[in-house]
């Protein structure tokens, strides 16, 4: 008989399928885009084209972010994801179909609806069926399954930049599409979670699930827990408008601007653009700016790890300081190579020596580890910590937005 341990962790693992189709996009859509297939087939986009619709993808996951809690609280948590499994499955499947630049930019938004919605159910749905003594490593399940995404998206994209037609850049998509119908479908024989069930009345349901993924404790007694809790909460008066009232402004500033700095710090334009980066450090040919955009998929999954295992351990602030002053070195020192040995060729700046191109793309790597050991695990769960319990789903909202537009006029 499988033990509600193992149990527990097979849901999370499927569940965080959502967070694989996050980082498969992440990891794919630089490449995608940079695809010669892609430009005889949709036509030269300038660089504000490309940034649109790269990034538009946030826009819409941010509205769904939003929404997503009435959702989750509407229809279980378990449908929320499979619809969002569902809804990620069309977008993906229009944009593997897609014959011009308005049909992508319109597959991309219902992507980024279905995105939206299953990546921000994920977490409370783990936390709520998941016993307290494994919580914290089943939760960072979806970011070890976001990183892996983006390792994998970069390689799939490499391999199908090998062919020879429209198919090279379609591949992706339908690979994605893929993964979303598996979403989709495995979550009908997830179980639903016991805090939802008991919000519904569902007692003996609850009970159930919660004798199916206990292996010891006191299932009443956590039943009569979860009770209590949605009681206190049915008669809580909390807003919006309450995250940025005098006594807690400073806490909500303070979670939306380690968001921003989050993003601000660049990596995800980094992740997204990574072969025109790679050109412009040195790789010649397209197929070798690819390959080192898949390497550094590889070194953010690796350097997630460690950062997942031990983030209890180190506490809050080293990860912080540490991850910032290193990842600001790193700019550093990629600032002032530019600086020295870089030269404008048709209005973009190259390296033009051997050796500095190398330094540059080492840092690059480097600043991707660091930030995967440190800002990528860290912020998300201090932003999230330093809020009241009955305020953190609000909270967290305004700083997903917050995170999303700051996204989009950054690409």
Not at 256 to 269: E, K, N, T, Y
Request: include cysteine; glycine fraction near 8%; aromatic fraction near 12%.
């Amino acid at each position: 008989m499988v033990s509600a341990t193992v149990k527990t962790y097979l849901v999370a693992f499927h569940s965080s399928i959502a967070g694989l189709l996050w980082g498969l996009d992440t990891g794919s859509i630089g490449t995608v885009t940079q695809m010669t297939q892609f430009s005889e087939s949709i036509g030269h986009l300038s660089t504000g084209t490309l940034g649109v619709y790269v990034a538009c993808i946030l826009l819409s996951a941010s509205i769904s972010s939003l929404c997503s809690g009435y959702v989750a609280d509407t229809i279980s948590r378990k449908y929320a994801i499979m619809t969002g499994g569902l809804i990620f499955a069309v977008g993906a499947t229009l944009s593997a179909s897609s014959k011009n630049y308005t049909m992508l930019l319109c597959a991309r938004l219902i992507t980024g609806i279905g995105q939206g919605q299953s990546i921000s159910v994920v977490t409370i749905y783990l936390c709520e069926l998941a016993p307290h003594e494994i919580r914290g490593t089943v939760a960072t399940m979806l970011q070890l399954l976001i990183s892996v995404g983006i390792a994998a998206g970069y390689f799939i994209a490499y391999a199908s930049s090998q062919l020879s037609n429209t198919i090279a850049w379609r591949t992706p998509f339908i690979v994605e599409a893929v993964y979303g119908i598996i979403l989709a479908f495995g979550m009908f024989f997830m179980p639903y979670s016991p805090r939802w069930l008991v919000q519904r009345g569902r007692f003996d349901e609850a009970r159930t699930v919660l004798e199916s993924f206990r292996d010891s404790g006191d299932v009443e007694k956590e039943l009569l827990c979860i009770r209590d809790r949605l009681e206190e909460e049915r008669s809580d008066d909390s807003s919006f408008a309450e995250v940025f009232e005098r006594r807690y402004i400073r806490r909500s500033i303070l979670g939306v601007f380690i968001m921003a700095f989050m993003q601000l710090s660049g990596v995800d334009a980094i992740l997204y653009y990574a072969p025109i980066l790679f050109t412009q450090a040195g790789f010649s040919s397209q197929r070798a700016s690819f390959m080192a955009s898949g390497v550094s998929g590889i070194i953010n999954l690796v350097c997630t790890i460690p950062a997942q295992l031990w983030v209890d351990k180190w506490g809050r602030k080293f990860p912080l300081i540490g991850g910032g002053i290193a990842m600001s070195l790193c700019y550093f020192c990629i600032g002032l190579l530019y600086l020295l040995y870089g030269e404008k060729v048709n209005g973009e700046i190259y390296i033009n020596s051997k050796v500095p191109q190398w330094a540059v793309i080492v840092l690059i790597y480097l600043f991707i580890g660091n930030f995967a050991w440190s800002w990528a695990i860290v912020i998300r769960i201090y932003a999230c910590e330093i809020m009241p319990t009955r305020l953190r789903a609000k909270a967290c909202a305004i700083q997903q937005v917050g995170y999303a537009t700051l996204h989009i006029s950054h690409s």
